[in-house]
């Protein structure tokens, strides 16, 4: 390759060379932020359900009571029964399940929200376990844990008593505030059993569900393997057609939302843009062939052959490139750099953090969940998009080379 005869075309033609070499940097680093942050969604959508250590939560579509009396189910919490939940912990991506059974509870004193936590398992547990704040864990025996808010509210401390209808609970412990990102966000945890023994009575929850002696739940938690692939809201539904998934996809839709660059108008933006630097690098190629057939016939005549006319050429293309891609790097390391600094915000889907909305003064808790994004620089990404843009514009430049043979060198002698 001729480097001084390719340095003299570059300075002849610097302002077109360099605005493609601009325009190719540019869209290298958009390339690779995209294909980064396209990477980071599902370690993003995890974050909202990764406080309480699971992936997934299971409900399941109920009924709207006529009263809001006594121990009621929000109508997204219909009963699942055990054999449901043995099956749903059976799925292939389940490592751990455990079923709850969160109600609301309406009386003459204040609203109640509760959850019953099974203790043979260790999901929630644990989670009651880390964050007690003032007492001890003691559920079962008429003893319950609240929050800390519930506790300032109503002025309760431990030692005090809280009434479920004829059924009086011991407070043994007081929670950290907001435990679980309001998730499921109770206000009181209590044992399984005594949870259904509240349940069982409601009248209003007597008329729209066959409430038997057998146990059930309304809330069940999964926590599966990471490394699974595969569609788990479909397995789910076809142990049931009326359960609700909630998993990192529920929040997908919405980051990708946030993150235009990679949602569906960022995609298609971003093949058109590549199309147009595809064309672009094209016409500049031809117009370099095109200026210089003088050039090239006398290079012909001197002994060149096709395949050497090719290798300059190329090499030529190779340095635009290779300039391009290492200023576009830094230019999408400074990206990332920036948008590590940044957050996304996911709100909560009310059916999984519900509180009744006809009571401002109990709906008021904040669903939005806020997360830096967790994106960083990934060799593997820089080099499959480095192989990506030499193999496309290589290509491009080959297919322009074939004017090459067209430049017949007794054309210009004469």
């Known amino acids: 390759?001729?480097?001084?005869?390719?340095?003299?075309?570059?300075?002849?033609?610097?302002?077109?060379?360099?605005?493609?070499?601009?325009?190719?940097?540019?869209?290298?680093?958009?390339?690779?932020?995209?294909?980064?942050?396209?990477?980071?969604?599902?370690?993003?959508?995890?974050?909202?359900?990764?406080?309480?250590?699971?992936?997934?939560?299971?409900?399941?579509?109920?009924?709207?009571?006529?009263?809001?009396?006594?121990?009621?189910?929000?109508?997204?919490?219909?009963?699942?029964?055990?054999?449901?939940?043995?099956?749903?912990?059976?799925?292939?991506?389940?490592?751990?399940?455990?079923?709850?059974?969160?109600?609301?509870?309406?009386?003459?004193?204040?609203?109640?929200?509760?959850?019953?936590?099974?203790?043979?398992y260790k999901i929630l547990s644990s989670i009651l376990e880390k964050n007690i704040a003032q007492g001890t864990l003691h559920l079962g025996q008429k003893q319950i844990v609240i929050t800390a808010a519930f506790s300032t509210k109503h002025g309760l401390a431990i030692g005090d008593s809280v009434a479920l209808g004829d059924r009086t609970y011991s407070i043994s412990g007081i929670l950290r505030p907001n435990i679980s990102g309001n998730i499921i966000p109770a206000d009181i945890y209590m044992d399984q059993n005594d949870a259904l023994e509240v349940v069982r009575d409601s009248v209003e929850m007597q008329k729209i569900y066959p409430l038997n002696d057998g146990d059930f739940g309304n809330v069940v938690l999964l926590k599966g393997n990471p490394g699974w692939h595969g569609d788990k809201e479909k397995l789910v539904k076809e142990v049931d057609a009326k359960l609700l998934v909630f998993s990192e996809k529920t929040f997908t839709r919405e980051i990708s939302k946030q993150l235009g660059i990679i949602s569906t108008a960022g995609r298609l933006l971003f093949l058109i843009?590549?199309?147009?630097?595809?064309?672009?690098?094209?016409?500049?190629?031809?117009?370099?062939?095109?200026?210089?057939?003088?050039?090239?016939?006398?290079?012909?005549?001197?002994?060149?052959?096709?395949?050497?006319?090719?290798?300059?050429?190329?090499?030529?293309?190779?340095?635009?490139?290779?300039?391009?891609i290492l200023f576009g790097s830094t230019l999408a390391l400074a990206g990332l750099f920036l948008l590590g600094r940044q957050t996304v915000s996911m709100a909560l889907p009310w059916d999984i953090s519900a509180r009744p909305h006809f009571l401002p003064e109990e709906n008021n808790i904040d669903r939005m969940v806020s997360a830096p994004l967790p994106v960083h620089a990934d060799g593997f990404i820089f080099l499959a998009t480095i192989i990506a843009f030499l193999l496309l514009f290589l290509a491009v430049s080959l297919l322009c080379f074939q004017r090459i043979k067209k430049i017949k060198p007794s054309e210009f002698s004469g």
């Open 1 to 120: 390759m001729m480097k001084a005869y390719s340095l003299a075309f570059f300075r002849a033609n610097r302002i077109k060379t360099l605005a493609l070499g601009l325009s190719l940097a540019l869209y290298f680093a958009l390339v690779v932020i995209a294909a980064t942050l396209h990477r980071s969604i599902p370690e993003i959508a995890q974050l909202p359900l990764k406080q309480i250590g699971v992936q997934t939560i299971v409900q399941k579509s109920g009924e709207i009571p006529s009263q809001m009396v006594g121990a009621i189910f929000p109508h997204s919490n219909g009963p699942i029964s055990t054999e449901q939940f043995r099956q749903l912990a059976g799925l292939p991506f389940v490592e751990e399940a455990e079923m709850g059974l969160f109600f609301w509870y309406f009386d003459a004193a204040f609203f109640k929200a509760a959850l019953g936590v099974d203790q043979r």
């Open 273 to 324: 843009l590549g199309a147009i630097l595809a064309i672009a690098f094209g016409l500049l190629t031809l117009y370099n062939l095109k200026s210089r057939e003088g050039e090239i016939a006398i290079l012909r005549m001197l002994g060149w052959r096709i395949r050497d006319l090719k290798q300059q050429f190329i090499g030529e293309n190779l340095i635009l490139l290779c300039i391009s």
